[in-house]
């Protein structure tokens, strides 16, 4: 007999982070928004990667960069 627990991740959904971040860039940076495209893109793709219903070992290195 194990004295180990195993408790589930906690659930998460997707979430659209390009429209705000947009959005609090253009309202209080001061920068267009455009500026900071590729940044957003890979905040949203590392957010997608990390809400993913599968964890693996191989995603722990892509997701902690």
């Known amino acids: 007999m194990s004295n180990l627990l195993a408790l589930p991740f906690k659930k998460t959904w997707p979430v659209d982070v390009k429209t705000p971040a947009r959005q609090y860039i253009s309202d ?38």
């Open 28 to 65: 209080h940076v001061g920068t267009h928004p455009d500026e900071f495209r590729d940044d957003i893109k890979q905040w949203q793709d590392l957010r997608k990667d990390a809400a993913a219903e599968t964890v693996h070992e191989d995603q722990v290195e892509r997701i902690l960069l």
